[in-house]
């Protein structure tokens, strides 16, 4: 049983609440584009490093034809997911040992796990997983752009990450990010790794929960995404350094934090506009596994 990531590296709900927004149907049309996939077909996808599920989800309702299976090797993720995640086979796996036969597969998709395999494993094992004329899509996280109040830490706060920061080697340690690329990189990989037609894209993802175009649901999300991922932080720090960390100190940081967003959604619906945002940038590569000119078949 693994489950280094969700304890240790990121927790289950800062994935999960970051990526159902990142991949709520809103932004929809501009994936389905970038990926090129006949919907109409009955696809066999396979989502390598699923984590707990929202890609998966996405992909089965934009794809309602398919056949969705996910892999990832936490197996706390893999169970999350399972419970909350319907209609999407969910299998704990490692994406350098998949557990399929050859060409098993018409697509294979990723989210920001390319930069943590070693890269001939990564895009070996879906080249080996994919028919010929099988698609490879790598999505990437790309520096975006984040711009939040400041906020006026207390004495506790401050003196609680400065402790974190002192002893999380968590990066080192788990290798996470250890194969990082460029945009110029990331296509380059994949032509080595054996894929033609290689293709770029880009998708936007603007999360400001003060602009109207947005329903009030979704601006909440936005909103309870950042206490999500700070509530792990804590939750995180409290389990890897249970020495350093005590479950009091660990308890009053996640009523500060509480308290934090919960005042800012209160001004959310007073209309007190912030104007607080993040926007990600997520890179799509595409390719196509050999034969037929590298035309796709998908
Ligand atoms: C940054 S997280 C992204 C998770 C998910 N794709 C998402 O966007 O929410 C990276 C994921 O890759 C998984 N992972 C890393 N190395 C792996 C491997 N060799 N086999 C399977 N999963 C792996 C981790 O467990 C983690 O869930």
Aim: net charge negative; aromatic share 10%.
């Amino acid at each position: 049983m693994n489950t280094i990531w969700s304890k240790h590296v990121q927790g289950i709900h800062t994935l999960y609440s970051s990526r159902t927004l990142r991949f709520n149907d809103f932004f929809a049309p501009q994936y389905l584009p970038l990926f090129a996939l006949d919907g109409d077909k009955p696809l066999k996808i396979l989502e390598i490093g699923c984590g707990p599920g929202a890609l998966a989800a996405a992909l089965h309702r934009w794809y309602p034809q398919a056949e969705i299976t996910a892999l990832d090797r936490d197996s706390e993720f893999i169970r999350f997911a399972r419970k909350n995640v319907p209609g999407v086979t969910f299998l704990e796996g490692d994406a350098t040992a998949l557990p399929f036969p050859d060409g098993t597969f018409d697509v294979t998709i990723s989210n920001t796990v390319a930069e943590h395999i070693e890269p001939s494993a990564f895009y070996g094992e879906q080249r080996r997983v994919l028919r010929d004329g099988g698609v490879c899509l790598v999505l990437s996280g790309r520096r975006g752009l984040h711009a939040y109040p400041e906020v006026k830490q207390s004495d506790f706060e401050q003196a609680f990450w400065n402790k974190v920061a002192q002893h999380d080697d968590s990066l080192e340690r788990y290798a996470v990010c250890k194969y990082p690329m460029s945009e110029m990189e990331m296509p380059h990989a994949m032509t080595q790794h054996g894929f033609s037609a290689v293709r770029t894209g880009y998708a936007i993802i603007d999360l400001t929960p003060d602009d109207p175009k947005y329903p009030a649901a979704m601006a909440h999300a936005m909103i309870d995404a950042r206490r999500h991922n700070d509530l792990d932080a804590i939750a995180s720090a409290r389990r890897s350094f249970p020495d350093h960390v005590s479950e009091e100190e660990a308890a009053e940081m996640s009523r500060i934090v509480n308290e934090r967003y919960d005042a800012r959604i209160a001004q959310y619906h007073r209309g007190e506009k912030v104007w607080d945002t993040g926007v990600s940038i997520t890179m799509i590569v595409r390719g196509v596994k050999g034969g037929n000119g590298g035309k796709s078949s998908c």
